[in-house]
């Protein structure tokens, strides 16, 4: 199965800007589904962005119009750029694939959004 591994989190003001990368075993091309989740403290675990192999995109309410799902295929990479963040996007970022009918999880990213 796919390995996923995030990086990019940390400690960012509101207002600013944070890029998440999510490094997979194998193109994001050739997974079904692949996207961001998040969980914030006492939350349960929501959907932020998803792409699909052909890559359709798909955001939560909370996303529209601030984050962007993008990937490099040659690089086995999937990113979530987040512009104009909030305290309230503070949570472990989790990348995420549905891939020949598993899902699979990487380790998660801290996001901290406070002055």
């Known amino acids: 199965q796919v390995q996923l591994e995030e990086s990019g989190g940390g400690l960012v003001q509101p207002g600013e800007s944070l890029r998440l990368s999510c490094a997979a075993s194998?193109?994001?091309?050739?997974?079904?589904?692949m996207g961001w989740y998040r969980q914030a403290p006492g939350q349960q675990r929501e959907m932020v962005a998803l792409?699909?192999?052909?890559?359709?995109?798909e955001y939560s309410d909370a996303a529209k119009g601030r984050f962007t799902i993008s990937r490099n295929n040659a690089r086995n990479t999937l990113f979530l750029q987040m512009n104009s963040l909030k305290p309230e996007d503070t949570a472990v970022y989790y990348c995420?694939?549905?891939?020949?009918?598993?899902?699979?999880w990487g380790q998660g990213t801290l996001v901290t959004v406070s002055s």
């Open positions: 995420y694939a549905w891939d020949r009918g598993l899902t699979v």
């Open positions: 194998r193109s994001p091309s050739n997974i079904n589904i």
């Open positions: 792409i699909s192999n052909v890559g359709s995109k």
